[in-house]
């Protein structure tokens, strides 16, 4: 089995070659996150003088709806999420989803 070249299309493949050749499974397999959704995130201030911010997400691109903050996101682990801006207001609920194995 060849591997795939470095920045070429990946082939679904659960295997990884370590350092010495030896094939071991992905980290994504070995805890069984593969295909996870992913959130597109737009983060914008609700009034001009800066008194808060509200992030609208979607999955699809179709359906969009809003929160207050990144934990309201219902991202479980495998997830990702993309974010535009990381305002500091925003900073412990990204870290928080980091921690509970979503990739943002």
């Known amino acids: ?3 795939s070249a470095p920045g070429g299309p990946e082939k679904n493949s659960v295997l990884a070659v370590g350092a010495r050749g030896d094939w071991a499974p992905s980290p994504a397999a070995r805890h069984d996150v593969q295909g996870g959704k992913s959130f597109f995130c ?3 201030r609700t009034k001009k003088n800066g008194g808060g ?5 979607t999955t699809d691109g179709v359906k969009f709806r809003h929160v207050d903050g990144f934990l309201d ?5 495998g997830d990702k999420v993309f974010v535009d801006v990381l305002p500091l207001h925003h900073i412990d ?3 928080d989803l980091l921690r509970h194995g979503v990739e943002v």
Do not use: K
């Not at 911010?53 to 997400?57: C, P, S």
């Not at 996101?73 to 682990?77: E, K, Q, R, T």
């Open 93 to 95: 609920g990204v870290i």
């Open 1 to 3: 089995m060849v591997a």
């Open 73 to 77: 996101i219902p991202a479980d682990v």
């Open 42 to 44: 737009d983060v914008h």
């Open 53 to 57: 911010y509200r992030i609208i997400f």
